[in-house]
């Protein structure tokens, strides 16, 4: 006799769906973190489907937090872009089908929040000169409903000024 268990990690899957909520509860039971010493520290707020965020990020070591003031949750995903990536690029990729994985530079950390929740935790980076980072949240309200960066919950930034 043979089993075979077959995951599927599609958007919405069961799979993701249980995952998504024991990180979650995990989430509820950690303590509070502090700003990293010496660094910035930026509010991201999220409301549903946008983020709110200081129109200039300065270069340097920053600690960022998110507050979720919307009704459903929602991530704060934080990636660095390629020199000369645009945000519109990376969302043209992403509505075509495609993963805009080339055109990145990398995904620098995710912060995850409740309806009406900040995080406990914190992302800390140090954000570099002249580049852009994307501000993102791919989470979906139900399996057969868009991800909320579809519905507009995308943000870029530029890092301004020098160290």
């Not at 270069?59 to 998110?66: D, E, I, M, V, Y």
């Not at 800390?124 to 000169?129: F, I, K, N, S, Y």
């Not at 991800?147 to 020098?162: D, I, K, N, Q, Y």
Request: some cysteine; hydrophobic content about 40%; overall charge neutral.
């Amino acid at each position: 006799m043979r089993f075979q268990v077959e995951v599927s990690w599609r958007p919405g899957s069961p799979y993701q769906l249980v995952v998504r909520t024991v990180f979650l509860l995990t989430l509820g039971a950690c303590k509070p973190q502090a700003s990293v010493p010496g660094s910035t520290e930026v509010l991201v707020t999220g409301s549903d489907y946008a983020f709110q965020i200081s129109d200039t990020l300065r270069p340097g070591q920053t600690t960022l937090r998110f507050a979720n003031a919307g009704n459903v949750d929602h991530e704060m995903g934080l990636a660095l872009l390629r020199p000369g990536v645009t945000l519109a690029q990376v969302m043209d990729v992403m509505k075509a089908g495609g993963s805009p994985d080339s055109l990145l530079d990398g995904i620098v950390g995710i912060l995850i929040a409740r309806p009406g929740a900040t995080t406990l935790g914190s992302l800390a980076t140090d954000l570099l000169p002249g580049r852009t980072y994307a501000l993102f949240c791919n989470f979906q309200d139900a399996p057969d409903k868009p991800p909320h960066s579809a519905l507009g919950m995308v943000a870029s930034r530029t890092v301004s000024g020098a160290r």
